[in-house]
Antibody, heavy 122, light 107 residues
Framework: QVQLVESGGGVVQPGGSLRLSCVVS????????MHWVRQAPGKGLEWVAV????????NYGDSEKGRFIISRDISKNTLYLQMNTLRAEDTAVYYC???????????????WGQGTLVTVSS | DIQLTQSPSFLSASVGDRVTITCRAS??????LVWYQQKPGKAPKVLIY???ILQSGVPSRFSGSGSGTEFSLTISSLQPEDFATYYC?????????FGPGTKLDIK
Protein backbone atom coordinates (compact mmCIF):
# COMPACT_ATOMS: atom_id res chain seq x y z
CA GLN A 1 0.00 0.00 0.00
CA VAL A 2 1.47 3.30 -1.14
CA GLN A 3 1.63 6.05 1.47
CA LEU A 4 3.28 9.45 1.44
CA VAL A 5 3.30 11.39 4.71
CA GLU A 6 4.53 14.98 4.79
CA SER A 7 5.67 16.88 7.86
CA GLY A 8 7.61 20.00 8.76
CA GLY A 9 5.11 22.70 7.89
CA GLY A 10 4.35 25.59 10.21
CA VAL A 11 4.51 29.33 10.61
CA VAL A 12 7.74 31.08 9.62
CA GLN A 13 8.67 34.73 9.27
CA PRO A 14 9.48 36.24 5.87
CA GLY A 15 13.11 35.56 5.04
CA GLY A 16 13.13 32.44 7.19
CA SER A 17 13.76 28.79 6.34
CA LEU A 18 11.89 25.55 6.73
CA ARG A 19 12.56 21.93 5.77
CA LEU A 20 9.73 19.67 4.72
CA SER A 21 9.93 15.89 4.85
CA CYS A 22 7.92 13.21 3.09
CA VAL A 23 8.19 9.65 4.37
CA VAL A 24 7.26 7.13 1.70
CA SER A 25 6.10 3.55 2.07
CA UNK A 26 4.91 1.00 -0.43
CA UNK A 27 7.58 1.68 -3.06
CA UNK A 28 11.21 2.74 -3.25
CA UNK A 29 11.91 6.36 -4.17
CA UNK A 30 15.02 5.10 -5.95
CA UNK A 31 12.73 3.73 -8.66
CA UNK A 32 10.55 6.77 -9.34
CA UNK A 33 10.76 10.49 -9.73
CA MET A 34 9.45 12.44 -6.76
CA HIS A 35 7.94 15.91 -6.74
CA TRP A 36 6.70 18.71 -4.57
CA VAL A 37 3.51 20.47 -5.62
CA ARG A 38 1.92 23.34 -3.70
CA GLN A 39 -1.48 24.94 -3.40
CA ALA A 40 -2.00 28.40 -1.95
CA PRO A 41 -5.16 28.76 0.16
CA GLY A 42 -8.21 28.72 -2.09
CA LYS A 43 -6.04 28.61 -5.21
CA GLY A 44 -4.91 26.12 -7.83
CA LEU A 45 -2.01 23.69 -8.03
CA GLU A 46 1.57 24.70 -8.79
CA TRP A 47 4.47 22.38 -9.44
CA VAL A 48 7.50 23.18 -7.27
CA ALA A 49 10.33 20.72 -7.81
CA VAL A 50 11.39 17.25 -8.98
CA UNK A 51 14.16 14.82 -8.22
CA UNK A 52 14.48 11.99 -10.71
CA UNK A 53 14.83 8.34 -9.74
CA UNK A 54 18.64 8.47 -10.02
CA UNK A 55 19.03 12.13 -8.91
CA UNK A 56 20.32 13.03 -12.38
CA UNK A 57 17.50 15.55 -12.83
CA UNK A 58 16.70 18.12 -10.17
CA ASN A 59 14.46 20.84 -11.50
CA TYR A 60 12.53 23.73 -9.99
CA GLY A 61 9.76 26.12 -10.86
CA ASP A 62 10.90 29.63 -11.75
CA SER A 63 9.79 31.16 -8.44
CA GLU A 64 11.66 28.52 -6.43
CA LYS A 65 14.98 28.46 -8.28
CA GLY A 66 17.85 29.49 -6.06
CA ARG A 67 15.72 29.38 -2.89
CA PHE A 68 14.46 25.78 -2.63
CA ILE A 69 16.48 22.56 -2.63
CA ILE A 70 15.00 19.13 -3.21
CA SER A 71 16.84 16.09 -1.86
CA ARG A 72 16.24 12.58 -0.66
CA ASP A 73 17.57 9.87 1.64
CA ILE A 74 17.11 6.47 0.05
CA SER A 75 18.00 4.65 3.26
CA LYS A 76 15.03 6.34 4.92
CA ASN A 77 12.88 6.36 1.76
CA THR A 78 12.28 10.02 2.49
CA LEU A 79 12.01 13.10 0.30
CA TYR A 80 12.92 16.59 1.50
CA LEU A 81 12.37 20.18 0.48
CA GLN A 82 14.64 22.81 2.00
CA MET A 83 12.97 26.18 1.62
CA ASN A 84 15.04 29.33 2.18
CA THR A 85 14.37 33.06 1.95
CA LEU A 86 10.66 32.42 2.32
CA ARG A 87 8.15 34.98 1.11
CA ALA A 88 4.48 35.57 1.89
CA GLU A 89 3.60 34.18 -1.54
CA ASP A 90 5.14 30.83 -0.57
CA THR A 91 2.24 30.30 1.85
CA ALA A 92 0.56 27.10 0.71
CA VAL A 93 -0.15 23.46 1.38
CA TYR A 94 2.86 21.53 0.11
CA TYR A 95 2.23 18.06 -1.26
CA CYS A 96 4.82 15.44 -2.07
CA UNK A 97 3.82 13.36 -5.04
CA UNK A 98 5.10 10.26 -6.81
CA UNK A 99 5.84 10.45 -10.51
CA UNK A 100 4.20 7.79 -12.61
CA UNK A 101 7.67 7.11 -14.04
CA UNK A 102 11.31 8.02 -13.56
CA UNK A 103 10.84 11.77 -13.34
CA UNK A 104 13.18 12.64 -16.18
CA UNK A 105 10.49 13.89 -18.54
CA UNK A 106 6.72 13.94 -19.00
CA UNK A 107 5.80 13.94 -15.31
CA UNK A 108 2.42 13.43 -13.79
CA UNK A 109 1.57 12.44 -10.26
CA UNK A 110 -0.15 9.18 -9.46
CA UNK A 111 0.12 9.23 -5.66
CA TRP A 112 0.01 12.22 -3.35
CA GLY A 113 0.52 12.82 0.33
CA GLN A 114 -2.03 14.61 2.50
CA GLY A 115 -0.05 17.85 2.44
CA THR A 116 1.59 20.07 5.03
CA LEU A 117 0.71 23.75 5.48
CA VAL A 118 3.43 26.37 5.34
CA THR A 119 2.47 29.88 6.44
CA VAL A 120 4.91 32.73 5.88
CA SER A 121 3.88 35.65 8.04
CA SER A 122 5.32 38.12 10.49
CA ASP B 1 5.83 27.47 -20.28
CA ILE B 2 2.66 25.85 -21.60
CA GLN B 3 -0.48 27.57 -20.31
CA LEU B 4 -3.71 25.69 -19.72
CA THR B 5 -7.17 27.21 -19.58
CA GLN B 6 -10.30 25.45 -18.37
CA SER B 7 -13.94 26.16 -19.00
CA PRO B 8 -16.18 26.66 -17.29
CA SER B 9 -14.59 27.86 -14.04
CA PHE B 10 -17.75 26.96 -12.12
CA LEU B 11 -20.46 24.51 -12.98
CA SER B 12 -23.70 23.80 -11.15
CA ALA B 13 -25.36 20.52 -11.98
CA SER B 14 -27.70 17.91 -10.57
CA VAL B 15 -27.26 14.25 -9.74
CA GLY B 16 -27.71 12.27 -12.93
CA ASP B 17 -26.63 15.09 -15.25
CA ARG B 18 -24.02 14.66 -17.97
CA VAL B 19 -21.31 17.31 -17.73
CA THR B 20 -18.27 18.20 -19.81
CA ILE B 21 -15.25 20.26 -18.80
CA THR B 22 -12.85 21.61 -21.41
CA CYS B 23 -9.10 22.18 -21.12
CA ARG B 24 -7.12 24.08 -23.76
CA ALA B 25 -3.34 24.22 -24.07
CA SER B 26 -1.37 27.19 -25.40
CA UNK B 27 0.58 24.86 -27.69
CA UNK B 28 0.26 21.28 -28.83
CA UNK B 29 0.90 18.65 -26.17
CA UNK B 30 -0.08 15.51 -28.11
CA UNK B 31 -2.00 13.39 -25.59
CA UNK B 32 0.13 14.26 -22.56
CA LEU B 33 -2.75 15.43 -20.41
CA VAL B 34 -4.04 14.18 -17.08
CA TRP B 35 -7.24 15.01 -15.20
CA TYR B 36 -7.40 15.17 -11.40
CA GLN B 37 -10.30 15.39 -8.98
CA GLN B 38 -9.80 17.25 -5.71
CA LYS B 39 -12.20 17.37 -2.78
CA PRO B 40 -11.91 20.00 -0.02
CA GLY B 41 -9.02 19.33 2.33
CA LYS B 42 -7.81 16.37 0.29
CA ALA B 43 -5.02 15.73 -2.19
CA PRO B 44 -5.80 15.51 -5.90
CA LYS B 45 -6.59 12.10 -7.35
CA VAL B 46 -5.84 10.94 -10.89
CA LEU B 47 -8.92 10.21 -12.98
CA ILE B 48 -7.63 10.10 -16.56
CA TYR B 49 -4.10 10.05 -18.01
CA UNK B 50 -2.82 10.19 -21.57
CA UNK B 51 -5.93 12.27 -22.29
CA UNK B 52 -8.28 9.30 -22.44
CA ILE B 53 -7.05 6.37 -20.35
CA LEU B 54 -9.05 5.71 -17.21
CA GLN B 55 -6.93 5.31 -14.09
CA SER B 56 -7.40 1.96 -12.37
CA GLY B 57 -10.25 2.07 -9.88
CA VAL B 58 -11.94 5.14 -11.35
CA PRO B 59 -15.62 4.65 -12.27
CA SER B 60 -16.40 4.27 -15.95
CA ARG B 61 -18.76 7.27 -15.91
CA PHE B 62 -15.60 9.37 -16.24
CA SER B 63 -14.12 9.68 -19.71
CA GLY B 64 -11.58 11.88 -21.43
CA SER B 65 -10.89 12.84 -25.00
CA GLY B 66 -8.81 15.15 -27.14
CA SER B 67 -5.30 15.67 -28.41
CA GLY B 68 -3.10 18.54 -29.47
CA THR B 69 -4.52 21.63 -27.80
CA GLU B 70 -8.12 20.79 -26.91
CA PHE B 71 -9.27 18.24 -24.37
CA SER B 72 -12.39 17.36 -22.45
CA LEU B 73 -13.46 15.46 -19.37
CA THR B 74 -17.00 14.08 -19.33
CA ILE B 75 -18.95 12.65 -16.45
CA SER B 76 -21.83 10.71 -17.94
CA SER B 77 -24.16 10.63 -14.95
CA LEU B 78 -23.19 12.73 -11.94
CA GLN B 79 -23.13 11.03 -8.58
CA PRO B 80 -23.14 12.85 -5.21
CA GLU B 81 -19.46 12.01 -4.65
CA ASP B 82 -18.46 13.71 -7.93
CA PHE B 83 -19.01 17.23 -6.63
CA ALA B 84 -15.45 18.49 -6.41
CA THR B 85 -12.88 20.61 -8.23
CA TYR B 86 -11.32 19.23 -11.40
CA TYR B 87 -7.88 20.15 -12.73
CA CYS B 88 -6.14 19.31 -15.97
CA UNK B 89 -2.34 19.09 -16.11
CA UNK B 90 -0.05 18.85 -19.10
CA UNK B 91 3.01 16.65 -18.96
CA UNK B 92 4.58 17.27 -22.33
CA UNK B 93 7.73 18.37 -20.53
CA UNK B 94 9.05 20.60 -17.79
CA UNK B 95 7.62 22.50 -16.13
CA UNK B 96 4.40 20.55 -15.78
CA UNK B 97 1.54 23.01 -15.55
CA PHE B 98 -2.02 22.86 -14.28
CA GLY B 99 -5.22 24.42 -15.43
CA PRO B 100 -6.92 26.84 -13.01
CA GLY B 101 -9.60 24.31 -12.07
CA THR B 102 -13.34 23.81 -12.54
CA LYS B 103 -15.48 23.71 -9.44
CA LEU B 104 -18.48 21.46 -9.83
CA ASP B 105 -21.20 21.96 -7.29
CA ILE B 106 -24.72 20.80 -6.67
CA LYS B 107 -27.54 22.78 -8.26
Amino acid sequence: QVQLVESGGGVVQPGGSLRLSCVVSGFSISNYGMHWVRQAPGKGLEWVAVISYDESNKNYGDSEKGRFIISRDISKNTLYLQMNTLRAEDTAVYYCAKDHAWGEYRPYFDYWGQGTLVTVSS
Amino acid sequence: DIQLTQSPSFLSASVGDRVTITCRASQGISSYLVWYQQKPGKAPKVLIYAASILQSGVPSRFSGSGSGTEFSLTISSLQPEDFATYYCQQYNGYPPTFGPGTKLDIK
